[in-house]
């Protein structure tokens, strides 16, 4: 695996969330199991997005925005987490459009000097009733442009 070399302007964008790995996220050899940073990722997403009044507690939403779906998740993978303890997860978003977003990502070392994994998720927003795309809402939008990434950052 190469290490990937941290862009000093990244954290001018976007927002990074501290997650905990746990011992049971480690696979049989002692790293972070590739299946478990989906799972991290969604950790650090809900909080940022919780914060801001867009969430899913005691059985229902708090708008209508939470209701979507991935549509693709991508990640390459960097240098092993060898253990567990806290993983900075640096996201924004790449695209935010009529019914769906992406969002880029990283997973760096607590202290942010190595990239452990990137990549992309693509998410639609869903209409319940129908489960086919819908327009966020204008309170997504406004969150949303918390986390563009300026179009003169370069990836």
Known sequence: ???TAIDPRADSFGHVEHVTVHFDDLDA???LHNARYAVLLERALTPYWAARGIS???GSTSAPDVFHAVREFAITFRAPITGIGPVAVHFWLDHFGTSSAEYGFQFRSADGRTVHAEGRRAIVRLDPATLRPTAWTDAARAVAA???RPATTPA
């Open 146 to 148: 918390t986390l563009l």
């Open 1 to 3: 695996m190469t290490h």
């Open 56 to 58: 899913f507690q005691r």
């Open 29 to 31: 050899v002692g790293i």
